[in-house]
Nanobody, 118 residues
Framework: QVQFVESGGGMVQAGGSLRLSCAGT????????IGWFRQAPGKQRELAAT???????VYTAFGKGRFTISRDNDKNVVNLQMNNLKPEDTAVYYC????????????WGQGVQVTVSS
C-alpha cells in the first residue's frame, strides 16, 4: 500500500513558477511509475507527466517544455517543476502510482490547488 501527500500548490501570476512535491510512504513508491495529474473545475482529471523508477519521463502536450518531473527514490519524493504557468493551468494537482496491468491506483489523495492569475 502506498500513501502520498502532495504539497507546494499556491497562487501565482501568469508566467510564474511553482514546484509541487509528492511525498510517498510504502515500499512500492520507490519502485513504481509515478504520475502527476490535474483536474480543472468541470473537467476530467488528466495526466501531466510520468516518471519511471529509473527516471524515464513522459510528458503530455500541455506540460512538455514547461513542466519537469523528477524523483528522489531515497527520499520517496517525486517533484513537478512548473514554469511559465498559464491561467489554463489552474487546477487541483494530484500524484499517483501505476499498478501495472490494473492501471492507476484508484485511490486519490487530497491534491494541491494551483491557481494562475492573468
Amino acid at each position: 500500500q502506498v500513501q502520498f501527500v502532495e504539497s507546494g500548490g499556491g497562487m501565482v501570476q501568469a508566467g510564474g513558477s511553482l514546484r509541487l512535491s509528492c511525498a510517498g510512504t510504502g515500499s512500492m513508491f520507490s519502485t513504481s511509475l509515478i504520475g502527476w495529474f490535474r483536474q480543472a473545475p468541470g473537467k476530467q482529471r488528466e495526466l501531466a507527466a510520468t516518471i519511471s523508477r529509473s527516471g524515464n519521463t513522459v510528458y503530455t502536450a500541455f506540460g512538455k517544455g514547461r513542466f519537469t518531473i523528477s524523483r528522489d527514490n531515497d527520499k520517496n519524493v517525486v517533484n513537478l517543476q512548473m514554469n511559465n504557468l498559464k491561467p489554463e493551468d489552474t487546477a487541483v494537482y494530484y500524484c499517483n502510482y501505476y499498478l501495472g496491468s490494473r492501471g492507476w491506483n484508484p485511490t486519490w489523495g487530497q491534491g494541491v490547488q494551483v491557481t494562475v492569475s492573468s
